[in-house]
């Protein structure tokens, strides 16, 4: 497979490159800059700006990948939010435009998206047939975000609503796992808010899973098929690193601490990855304690 990866230098986009190098792929990383350097058995590199200017050059490719966003781990000030919002809609932009220009565009489209566009779920359990119903500022980010990945012109489009990636380093796992390493570790606010996750592993595999096969298309929540609260996720960290969970932070302290971002700990969703499922993906990592064992081995 031959396919342009943009976002290909973040966390999920290093691990996926390396895995597609792996299988004998041929990726090329859509970037901003070149790096000074390269490895003869590593991507090759294009700019933003050489793939708009020869975007033919790219004619007869198999499958584009977007996961390029402004990280979403960060104080949400007005000028943040643009950022991240704009980070999102203008790369899909971006790349809906280039492809337009193309005489022969990659066919398959596998653009990064996330769970939140659900809203806040107490009991229910959400699939792809639920309703979108965005309560927060992530959700309607969501929103717009699969609104421009929709006007790619690709014969198909799959949008991968992630949640949290577990990995040993990388994302916002190691945050999560750092009061549990202090003896300080409990529940956020209630404690009831569910907390979609995946083994870094399943994302991976996802991705590629949704790029290989053809009946894969819409909607995919990448998200494992156990879906847990805060609560019985901090308690089974607690169990699997023999560390206490004890320490509840109230909601109210951490509304002060990290603002309109506290709404990532303090609100979430139970969702299940129905479409994986029913398309025959095996997960690595099924369940949370073996996939938390793992990363925290």
Known sequence: MRLLLCGGTGFIGTALTGKLLARGDEVWIVTRRRPAGSIAAGPQYVTWEEWAAEPDRWDGFDAVVNLT????N????????????????????????????MAAPPPVVV???????YGHSGETVYDETSPVQPADFLGHTIIEWEKAADHIPSQRLVKLRIGLVLAPRGGAFPLLRLPYRLFVGGRMGNGKQG???IHVKDMIGLILFSLDNPEVSGPVNGV???PVTNDEFGRTLARVTRRPHWFHVPAGLMKLALGEMSTLVLTGQKAMPRQALNHGYLFAFPKLEDALRDVTR
Do not use: C, F, H, Y
């Open 69 to 72: 966003g402004e990280t979403i």
């Open 74 to 101: 960060q104080r949400w000030t007005d000028m943040a939010k643009r950022r991240i919002v704009g980070s999102r809609v203008q790369a899909a932009d971006r790349i809906a435009e280039i492809m337009r220009r």
């Open 111 to 117: 653009n990064a998206s996330g769970i939140s566009l």
């Open 224 to 226: 494992a098929p156990d």
């Open 195 to 197: 907390m979609p996750w």
